[in-house]
């Protein structure tokens, strides 16, 4: 549908191609960056869809992950974990409602003592923004952000993207359309970060209540219309309306949203015709997405998603750990 733009350059020669310590956020990758961790990514999507027989790799055989989610989750904990016992590794989830963290201990405290236990690896969800960065700056061991308040979501965007480039061949030149709840998402943040650094073309699309201020200077263009705004769009991703972080007073009722922002077959018909629809789950069906659009299998990709998250994440856990794992040029 839109013009090509140029692909993004490979990892320049002599140069490192994954020089992070810790993954806390797409922002601060470079482009060959985020398509290393994709490239390294494809390689488990077809063991992950072997016989179970075949289905594991011992690369982090000896290591200690701890998986620490102080908000729900079902994708990304279960991934992490799914990825980590796929590696090898060990892997610990830290049951925080039964933790002390319920009797006051701090977040920084919590993480010393993570680190005290020689964890090889850690992987955090937490409802502030900042925390995980806050966290990687304590212990010894590399960190993974499985999402921090409204500010990241690494690993989501990056099977996102795996996602849309396995679907349509290509990311760069596409139109990808980034509907709803812009405001309280750390999945459009991260995705609008690592889409244009990729050379999509970027658009929000939502109420005014629910665009943050100044998004315009990350590269994307503001569309309040929904209709205008997916029109044309090679992708259309639809966001959570997150009802659990609005104080009130964002949008009028969950029917009337829908109304206005809702993507239903007619809605679709917007897009380009083999557009592809995203959601990065959990859905508010009848609400931002209807289940006639979610559940059709030739237009979304919901699923797919999920199955690219288990990719995506054995990869970052791999590419992390090989410092700590003594590979030859990463020691
Ligand atoms: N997409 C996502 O982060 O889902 P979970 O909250 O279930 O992990």
Redesign the pocket.
Known sequence: MSDIAPRPPATPEGVHPFPHRHLTGIQGLQPWEIMFLLDEAEQWIALNRGSAQARHDHRLAGLTQINAFF?????????FEIAGKRLGADVVNMAVAQSSVKKGETLIDTAVTLNAMHADVIVI?HEASGAVDLIADKVDCPVLN??DGRHE?PT?ALLDALTIRRRKGRIEGLTVAICGDVLHSR?ARSNILSLTALNAQVRVVGPPTLIPAAIDRMGVSVHTDFDEGIAGADVVMMLRLQRERMAGGYVPSPREYHALYGLTPDRLKQAAPDALVMH???MNRGVEIDSVVADDPDRSAITE?VEM?VAVRMACLDVLTRTRRGVEGWA
């Open positions: 908000e729900n989750s079902t994708r990304t904990l279960l991934s969800r499985a999402g979501h989501q999945v990065p789950g959990p998603q998250g």
